[in-house]
């Protein structure tokens, strides 16, 4: 079992940044790809990006360039670095991470953007 811990949301002015952090405990040895998805209020969820166990990311297409994720292998933490924010990004944003075939889920972190 891993469990997963996100936080760092919070209400933020359009334009600016957020960091947010997602902490893995657990059954944690081998830990593999990790990632950020989010839901807005009535929309399905989407993926906002991943990383691999070698640093290799992959982003949405239309959020590449104001979202950065980044990991720490030794500290067993996932980033996601959101700049230049929208009213748009507004989202419940989730954490995940792969283990043994298994998708695992953090419980969420609300970003409030303002306009």
């Known amino acids: 079992q891993v469990q997963l811990v996100e936080s760092g949301g919070g209400l933020v002015q359009a334009g600016g940044s957020l960091r947010l952090s997602c902490a893995a405990s657990g059954s944690i040895s081998n830990i593999g790809t990790m990632g950020w998805s989010r839901q807005a209020p009535g929309k399905q969820r989407e993926f906002v990006g991943a990383?691999?166990?070698?640093?290799?990311?992959n982003y949405a297409n239309s959020l590449r360039g104001r979202f950065t994720i980044s990991r720490d292998n030794a500290k067993n933490m996932v980033y996601l670095q959101m700049s230049s924010l929208i009213p748009e990004d507004t989202a419940v944003y989730f954490c995940?991470?792969?283990?043994?075939?298994?998708?695992?889920w953090g419980q969420g972190t609300q970003v409030t953007v303002s306009s």
């Open positions: 995940n991470a792969w283990h043994n075939r298994v998708n695992y």
């Open positions: 990383i691999d166990t070698g640093g290799i990311t």
